[in-house]
């Protein structure tokens, strides 16, 4: 028999395609997965219960699941460029993202995602779909982040971003760290840890790489996670050099699909926008690091309306899946100068759609409290000053639950984060040991 947890006396939002609000709700845990959930008082005459967690004065839901991820940014925080400020999107990868990310070791990359990773358990977010650059420290790299995600406890799919930047045996080498982890993971059928193929962009991507990428993926029966028109600088490479548009480029050369992640589409037109709906290849919306590179704001509201499977991420702007969901909903507004919009895209992102995108990647269903789904889930200290119910719960969320304090957080049944505590990981000792490391990669940078 395994052992069971219940986590009752809170407020349960089940979310997933019919959410429920319960109140005096509970869950119960059996091994990985949740077994059953409903009243609390009911829940303990049905089943035997091992180990009880009260979740008082506080909602239980589902964890927050983040789409595109990059844990090697950890190092640029605080970091002093060496040239002028970059005045556009390339002179921001050329003068601090393709500088850190080449100077990079296999420590450093290990460091660099304990920090983040601790900050997801911290802010609710239990699975992530992370994107890695590391040039000269490539080959183990995706070795390295298991470890993290090992040693932290969350559930993440990882992939090494193969580009042509650094020169061919820099590119062979990402599509060899792509191949071997990927078949590492599918030996290993890790409920935890999984591998897709990583692409950087297409600006940095020759028709010979991509059409290597492609027959290797085939192979292995996997997708692609790659940047697509991120910034104008992207679609007017590809339409100078080969004459379309990104989308189209990427199509031609057999890298979209239903297992595919295309992060940002910012710059996308309406045919971009149908190759993408039927295909069926999956978007991943930033905003914050969107605004914050001032590279403009994604179509989410058009995509979203043709059909296409838009998901929310960080792109490693923060860790906190509440603070850009916060954004994704008044930068549309925004935008389109309509307080109408945003509301029910937010909840399609992170509630409906992430849970989608990452499925292609774990084996039980993710992102939602239900019989038989991962036992992934958060306590956030909310008591709700209004009525609370499954038809209002995108209020609470985007006024109340998303500034409120994750108290408890569970992945795949163990418990990360209890009283908003770390459990079993020296958060003082690992932030010293990172400090040093990003100090002495401050002087290579
Ligand atoms: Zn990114």
Redesign the pocket.
């Known amino acids: 028999m395994k052992e069971t947890t219940l986590v009752g006396n809170g407020t349960l939002i089940t979310l997933g395609e019919k959410n429920r609000v319960i109140k005096n709700g509970a869950v119960l845990i059996e091994g990985n997965v949740i077994k059953d959930l409903g009243i609390t008082a009911e829940l303990r005459k049905r089943h035997k219960i091992d180990q009880f967690i009260d979740a008082t004065g506080k909602v239980i839901m589902p964890g927050m699941i983040n789409t595109?991820?990059?844990l090697y940014s950890t190092f640029a925080r605080g970091v002093a460029l060496k040239d002028e400020p970059p005045s556009n999107f390339v002179e921001i990868l050329e003068r601090l993202w393709w500088r850190l990310d080449k100077a990079l070791t296999q420590d450093d990359v290990y460091y660099s995602a304990l920090i983040p990773l601790m900050d997801c358990i911290k802010s609710g977010a239990t699975t992530i779909v992370d994107?890695h650059a590391s040039p000269f420290a490539c080959g183990g790299s995706l070795d390295s982040i298991a470890k993290a995600l090992r040693e932290t406890g969350i559930r993440g799919c990882l992939c090494y971003e193969t580009s042509d930047r650094d020169g061919p045996d820099v590119a062979k080498a990402g599509i060899e760290e792509n191949e071997r982890f990927i078949r590492l993971c599918q030996r290993e059928r890790n409920e935890l840890i999984s591998g897709t193929f990583g692409l950087h962009a297409s600006l940095t991507l020759s028709d010979e790489t991509l059409a290597k990428c492609a027959e290797v993926a085939k192979k292995l029966g996997v997708g692609f996670h790659v940047?697509v028109a991120?910034d104008k600088a992207d679609v007017d490479n590809s339409l100078k050099k080969y004459k379309k548009r990104v989308v189209e480029r990427l199509n031609d050369l057999g890298i979209l699909g239903p297992k595919t992640i295309a992060?940002?589409c910012v710059h996308v037109d309406a045919h971009e926008m149908d190759i993408l709906e039927r295909t069926g290849t999956n978007v991943v919306h930033?905003p914050e690091?969107n605004m914050g590179n001032a590279v403009g704001c994604a179509p989410v509201i058009e995509m979203i309306g043709k059909g296409i499977t838009v998901g929310l991420?960080t792109?490693?702007f923060t860790s906190n899946m509440f603070a850009e969901l916060r954004v994704a909903n008044i930068l549309h507004k925004l935008i389109k100068g309509d307080p109408r919009v945003g509301y029910g895209e937010v909840l399609k992102m992170c509630f409906v759609n992430n849970p989608k995108i990452a499925q292609n990647f774990f084996s039980r269903p993710l992102g939602r409290l239900s019989p038989g789904a991962y036992a992934d889930l958060i306590l956030v200290d909310y008591l709700p000053p209004t009525p609370l119910s499954a038809d209002n719960f995108l209020g609470h969320l985007l006024f109340g639950i998303s500034n409120a304090v994750v108290d408890t957080t569970i992945v795949n049944g163990k418990v990360l984060m209890q009283n908003r505590k770390l459990v079993g990981l020296d958060e003082a000792a690992i932030a010293q040991k990172s400090s040093e490391l990003a100090s002495k990669l401050w002087e290579r940078f």
């Open positions: 595109h991820m990059h994107h940047h991120e992060a940002h930033n690091s991420g792109d490693g």
